[in-house]
């Protein structure tokens, strides 16, 4: 950046010794240092100087501009790099944040925030203050340039400019940054908005509901384009302040310096020198402002990231990430699940969602999760896959509590929800989901297709198991999908299934076949299903049914 800015002045100043020789051929003869230079390099003819001297110049033109292109190289590679590197780091520590975190945090901020927050972190804060300290050390080596050459001039000038852009900066400042606390609110609420028109289709259409989904993106996006467009015009407004003047300036600097009795001759050389220099400074000026009017526009973002991801990196660090692990052995499972004065409140609630829940779930065993919608069944389910941690009580495995070795527990469950979340794949990247291509095992694929009662279905298929099924699986039926979803569980090899209400959404029929399905694993794996059918609990070996947070055996 120094470097730079010294060869920016030189080339600024290297112009006025030129412009003189140009217009007065005796300047050299008037200036013995200049003309004990000239006669050093050879070039003491008035042309020769001349000629030397335009090439000089040049050539610092050149290596100042290869050299902030370089420069810009390195800043520009340096903050993709970070971008793309904090990017990651962001949703791998949303990833590894509690369940209740991404329970009670809306996506779209999360979205947005890993999407754009990263790019706006280092695209607009982080590049900017950059670029300001670049050009604010260039400026204030060319007003230094200018003390040299005329320090009454240059103070003024450095006067004029300082008072100008400390005006504009603490007249915009507050506005500004009013404007980017607008812009960050709304830019994830329309992506919230987005999300929920675009994602319920289905619904959307049939309800006619597109003008609902269209009017609250719309307010939400004129509230985020208006702050937008207020902080454009104020980020535009000071170059024109600016210009206006400094050029007012040049003009009122030649008025004095004639009405002071300044010679033709000392003017001009002087006049093209500031008008260089002006030229020069303008833009830097327009630059300082523009750069930290967006920097204060996006500090309330940046803010934001920048607590949530050093809050979320101390967390991890004193081992209070979402899971506290405090060992990655797998768990062992020979006898039986022991649930032991279990009990759970949700942070924010009053009251207890469970209350001293005992009983036992044998290994093998076909157990079913009954009782009324707000009962407690899934936060039971929750804390039993490791989601949630209780309030007291724990729940054992052959005497060892869960909560000792969460993830060693979670190697032995698989988990099939309602609504089967599906990829944008194949079914076999589906079935195998987290794996890339070459660490899919074909043998436990098929193994899983065939203990779903998948096999049928996909032999139809012209590209089989490597068929797309479209975003969320828009081109399978409701059935179809709760099979991959099964033989997604399946190919985990687990020894605890649970479900979660996986049939209640399907029809009889398909309801029947997949309860089927289900049975034929009963004594291979322990099954716990939540279920409101009776059919599909028909063949369990006991159900547990919850009422107002406490379980009974029946």
Same mark, same amino acid.
């Given at each position: ?24 051929? !005796?300047?050299? =003869? ?56 904090? #990017? ?46 670049? =050009? ?66 289905? =619904?959307?259409?049939? /309800? ?23 902080? $454009? ?6 170059? &024109? ?31 093209? /020198? ?17 750069? @930290? ?31 506290? @692990? &405090? ?10 699940? #022991? ?16 209350? $001293? ?15 009324? #919608?707000?009962?407690?069944? &899934? ?50 990247? $589906? ?5 890339? /291509? ?21 032999? !139809? ?48 029929? &398909? ?27 028909? =063949? ?7 009422? $107002? ?6």
């Amino acid at each position: 950046m120094l470097f730079g800015a010294i060869l920016e002045a030189l080339g600024i100043s290297a112009i006025l010794p030129l412009v003189s020789v140009i217009g007065d051929a !005796t300047f050299l =003869e008037r200036h013995p240092y200049l003309m004990d230079w000239a006669r050093c390099c050879g070039v003491a003819e008035h042309t020769s100087f001349i000629i030397v001297s335009a090439l000089f110049i040049m050539l610092l033109y050149l290596l100042k501009n290869a050299y902030i292109a370089w420069e810009c190289r390195l800043q520009i590679s340096f903050a993709t790099n970070n971008m793309v590197y904090y #990017s990651r780091e962001l949703l791998g520590k949303y990833l590894a944040k509690p369940y209740l975190f991404h329970v009670n945090n809306n996506t779209a901020t999360l979205i947005r925030n890993v999407n754009s927050g990263a790019s706006v972190a280092f695209n607009a804060i982080m590049m900017p203050m950059f670029q300001l300290l670049t =050009e604010i050390i260039t400026a204030a080596t060319i007003w230094l340039m200018l003390i040299i050459v005329d320090p009454i001039t240059a103070l003024m000038v450095a006067g004029i400019l300082s008072v100008l852009l400390l005006a504009i900066l603490r007249g915009f400042r507050r506005k500004i940054t009013r404007q980017g606390k607008v812009q960050n609110e709304f830019s994830a609420q329309y992506i919230k908005w987005l999300n929920q028109g675009l994602g319920a289709i289905k =619904e959307t259409k049939i /309800m006619h509901k597109e003008a609902f989904f269209v009017q609250e993106f719309g307010k939400a996006y004129d509230k985020f384009g208006h702050a937008n467009g207020i902080f $454009n015009f104020l980020n535009q407004l000071p170059r &024109t302040i600016i210009e206006a003047v400094v050029v007012s300036g040049l003009l009122l600097l030649i008025v004095i310096k004639a009405l002071m009795g300044g010679s033709p001759e000392s003017i001009v050389p002087l006049l093209g /020198m500031l008008a260089l220099a002006a030229f020069r400074l303008m833009p830097s000026a327009n630059r300082i402002v523009s750069f @930290y009017n967006g920097i204060k526009f996006q500090q309330p973002l940046f803010n934001q990231l920048y607590d949530e991801f050093y809050a979320i990196r101390k967390q991890i660090e004193q081992g209070k990430s979402g899971q506290e @692990y &405090t060992s990655c052995l797998p768990m062992e499972f020979q006898d039986k699940i #022991s649930v032991r004065a279990l009990a759970f409140k949700y942070p924010e609630g009053k009251k207890r969602v469970l209350k $001293n829940i005992n009983f036992d779930i044998p290994k093998g065993s076909f157990v079913g999760i009954i009782g009324s #919608s707000g009962a407690g069944k &899934t936060t039971f389910v929750d804390i039993l896959l490791g989601l949630l941690k209780p309030t007291s009580g724990s729940i054992y495995v052959d005497g060892v509590d869960i909560g000792d070795n969460i993830h060693g527990w979670q190697e032995n469950l698989a988990y099939v929800p309602q609504t089967i979340y599906l990829i944008d794949g194949t079914i076999k990247e $589906n079935i195998a989901l987290g794996l890339k /291509m070459q660490d899919i095992d074909e043998e436990k694929v098929e193994r899983a297709i065939a203990m779903a009662e998948l096999a049928d279905y996909i032999a !139809t298929l012209p590209d089989g198991i490597n068929t797309k099924v479209g975003e969320r699986g828009v081109k399978l039926s409701g059935g179809q999908r709760q099979r991959i979803g099964i033989a997604r569980a399946l190919y985990q090899q687990p020894k605890v299934l649970v479900l979660d209400e996986a049939t209640s959404a399907l029809d009889n029929e &398909t309801e029947k076949n997949i309860t089927e399905t289900i049975l034929k694993l009963k004594g291979k794996i322990t099954i716990i299903a939540i279920a409101h059918r009776t059919t599909t609990l028909a =063949e369990c070996d006991f159900k547990v049914k919850f009422i $107002n947070g406490m379980a009974q055996v029946i």
